[in-house]
């Protein structure tokens, strides 16, 4: 497993951005691929967006289309979410996770290794 730190949550207008960084250590990091899921209050822990081991593939939910980008710097083992065009419904806490297993990589129980998890709140 590789211990997560998710950073770069805060408040922001609707329409704005935010950029969440998570720092990773242990095992190594380019072996996994770095997922983004948020849980707002009362609901699931939904996926968001993932990036492979290599960084040379993406998925994404569709809400988030067009809007949030990940990236990976395997050199830092950090992994980062570009959100842009802020909606209030994307308000959350949101975790990076990492996952073995790129078949899987849309299911929440497929990722063994959890940050604590960053907060997210967009104001209309």
């Known amino acids: 497993q590789v211990q997560l730190v998710e950073s770069g949550g805060g408040l922001v207008q609707a329409g704005g951005s935010l950029r969440l960084s998570c720092a990773a250590s242990?095992?190594?990091?380019?072996?996994?691929?770095m997922g983004w899921f948020r849980q707002a209050p009362g609901k699931e822990r939904d996926f968001v967006l993932v990036?492979?081991?290599?960084?040379?593939?993406?998925d994404y939910a569709a809400f988030v289309k067009g809007r949030f980008t990940i990236s990976r710097d395997n050199a830092k083992n950090t992994v980062s979410l570009q959100m842009n065009n802020l909606k209030p419904e994307d308000t959350a806490i949101y975790y990076c996770?990492?996952?073995?297993?790129?078949?899987?990589?849309?299911?929440?129980?497929?990722?063994?290794?959890w940050g604590q998890g960053t907060q997210v709140t967009v104001s209309s």
């Open positions: 996770a990492a996952t073995s297993t790129w078949s899987m990589r849309l299911r929440r129980a497929s990722y063994d290794s």
């Open positions: 990036i492979s081991a290599n960084g040379v593939y993406t």
């Open positions: 242990g095992r190594a990091f380019n072996n996994y691929h």
